[in-house]
Nanobody, 124 residues
Framework: QVQLVESGGGLVQAGGSLRLSCAAAGRTFSSWTMGWFRQAPGKEREFVATINWSGGSTIYADSVKGRFTISRDNAKNTVYLQMNSLKPEDTAVYYC?????????????????WGQGTQVTVSS
């Protein structure tokens, strides 16, 4: 059984930074492709970023490109999302997820396991 636990969310002013963490357990983490998604109130869950097993391949949503950075530490079974220059429109619940696919993917349906989410609120 796969378990994903996010942390690091909170309230921050526009222009500020947060770093989200996702601790994983239950499978061989170093072989997983990982992703971050977010869901704002009244909206569908949307793709934010993904990273392959080695960290050598990443994809970002256009809305976060240049501001967010996804990374991973396989020794700690943890994936991170560094969020800089935050905007009020980044306010959402952020989820990490993993997929059986060996390559990065933006397709939400490809992700089999999800964390419980962490709230990020950006005030203007």
């Amino acid at each position: 059984q796969v378990q994903l636990v996010e942390s690091g969310g909170g309230l921050v002013q526009a222009g500020g930074s947060l770093r989200l963490s996702c601790a994983a357990a239950g499978r061989t983490f170093s072989s997983w492709t990982m992703g971050w998604f977010r869901q704002a109130p009244g909206k569908e869950r949307e793709f934010v970023a993904t990273i392959n097993w080695s960290g050598g391949s990443t994809i970002y949503a256009d809305s976060v490109k240049g501001r967010f950075t996804i990374s991973r530490d396989n020794a700690k079974n943890t994936v991170y999302l560094q969020m800089n220059s935050l905007k009020p429109e980044d306010t959402a619940v952020y989820y990490c997820a993993t997929t059986r696919m060996l390559t990065t993917t933006v397709n939400r349906a490809a992700y089999s396991y999800w964390g419980q989410g962490t709230q990020v609120t950006v005030s203007s």
